[in-house]
């Protein structure tokens, strides 16, 4: 059991999301960086998608109730436990009455808490995903607030950590021939044209080559971008059709929009084009204010990147077993 | 906890297992009234029967601190050396980088560096000295 002694608004209990119900008007909602969900659910030995505490505003603080074990991911957030400095990605185990502490984010914008076994709240439609929207899932359909206190379940194979912990290289390191670096500080993020990318003409080149800020106007359900507005060579009226997180569409103002992990179902604006999977965690880091710039990929790229991604995952996985297997023979 | 036999062929034979199991190559257990050494064939190259530790003691000398596992040795966390501000553990002395995981070494309590006695980059085995660390003043 932990209690929360500190909260701002909008921090919530997160899983991999609900897929499946986008057709009768349900979000799909889940981390909006889904890389250190699973990573610090792996390293924990939990399954990859347990429910964690999604942090979006700070400072945060909670106390566990009972011995246990975490990692906090995503973020830098100069976390502590029990007033002591926490490795980044590092798996410590918790002691009854611990305080753990996060202040505000030196790298990255969103931190995520997994402890074994993961955050046990009902799941809802097969997620313990916090619908803010649909005021459902997670802790009682709403954002935490102090005093709260939440359950985690058991982990069948729990880990046997040292004192010391064990941590996670940064993925953005061991991943580095996978993830392009930031170009004159602009982040690079990977898209396949949509539908309606023809219809925007030489505005569809524009798209792609210059760079986007993103807004103030970002949240959990989308970022709106400003830039030069990008128009289609004449008006469209579209249908309504059916969204997901990733897609880029252009309002009549010329400034996309990228649904986010509580994307909209339904939407009627031109898509011009698809943020791949596996580069919306780093979206989901972006700080409001920043710049990206999209870059062109195809389907099969986009299916490598995933793929190595996986194998990240997995490796975490298997080698936080092993290591912990053979710390402890030798114990 | 009942002190296990280190000279009692079956926990040689379980320990032996286990490191089999785990893909390690060796293992050095000192005590002060005995040591065993496991030496899986095909791992000529460890070093750890090399090593010998220092005891902690109160008269502010240096303590070696050995290497928990095999494992690359980093000095600092170097994947987030580029991350402005990035935190790292107050107490770990260095770290042993296996795949994608590191895996801290601590001075433990009341303990701080005096120097690292290994290169950053370098692959070390089970017990291997990796610093030496000295009582807070």
Known sequence: MIEII????????????????????????????????????????????????????????????????????????????????????????????????????????????????????????????????????????????????????????????????????????????????????????????????????????????????????????GYRLMGEPIRPTTPIEMRSHGVVSGVVQVPPSGEPIIQMADANTAGGYPKIAGVIEADLWRLGQARIGSRLRFVRVTHAQAAEVEKAVAGFIDDVRATSRMVSGALQAMK | MTRLDLSDPAIIERLTAVLEAAGVEGIEITRPDQSLLIRLSGSANGSASQVRSSRADNRGEPVVVKAPMAGEFWPSDLSRTGAPGASAASDAVGFLRVGPILLPVAAGSSKRLRRHLVDQGTIVGFGDPIAEVEPEV
């Open chain 1, 6 to 221: 500190q909260t701002g608004p909008f921090n919530t209990v997160q899983d991999l999301g609900r897929p499946g119900f986008r057709n009768i008007g349900v979000t799909t909602s889940g981390a909006m960086d889904p890389l250190a969900l699973k990573v610090g659910n792996s390293l924990l030995g939990n399954e990859t998608g347990a429910a964690v505490i999604e942090i979006q505003t700070y400072p945060f603080k909670l106390r566990f109730a009972k011995a246990t074990a975490f990692v906090v991911t995503g973020a830098d957030c100069g976390a502590s436990i029990a007033g002591r400095p926490v490795q980044p990605w590092c798996a410590l185990p918790a002691e009854a009455g611990q305080v753990l502490e996060l202040g505000q984010p030196r790298v990255g914008t969103r931190a995520y808490i997994c402890i074994a076994g993961g955050i046990d709240v009902a799941a809802v439609m097969g997620s313990r995903s916090t619908s803010l929207r649909g005021a459902f899932g997670g802790n009682e359909g709403r954002f935490l607030f102090t005093g709260d206190v939440l359950q985690f379940g058991e982990v069948s194979g729990p880990l046997n950590l040292p004192a010391t912990g064990i941590a996670v290289i940064d993925p953005a390191y061991a991943l580095v021939d996978v993830y392009p670096a930031p170009e004159d500080g602009a982040l690079l993020v990977r898209a396949i044209p949509a539908g309606e990318h023809s219809l925007f003409g030489e505005d569809a080149e524009r798209f792609w080559s210059q760079t986007w800020k993103i807004s103030t106007q970002s949240d959990r359900t």
